[in-house]
């Protein structure tokens, strides 16, 4: 039987999930639609995001991406990421 070593560092995949008072969203790839969770909870734009300073939620791309929605952004404190709910989800 052929053995397989796998290596360190073999790449990695981005994943976002999300949660509301109307309950949890989908966990799906970052690649894929995230507004689909909003839309399977019903919430209309009734929803702000949260997201907190770590340089890819902050990279000029993704705050276009955001701009060019319209969407709810709320606003995140510096070095605060016990204030981070989805880490205790």
Known sequence: MPSITVMPGGGSIM?????????????????????????????GRRFTF????????????????FWKKSLNVLKWPSQS???????HL
């Open 81 to 87: 990421p016990e204030l981070n709910l989805i880490e």
């Open 15 to 43: 994943l976002w999930e999300c949660f509301s008072a109307a309950g949890t969203g989908r966990l799906v790839r970052f690649d894929e639609n995230l507004l689909q969770s909003t839309q399977d909870l019903r919430l």
């Open 50 to 65: 949260q997201r907190d300073k770590d340089p890819k939620h902050t990279a000029k791309i993704q705050q276009k991406w």
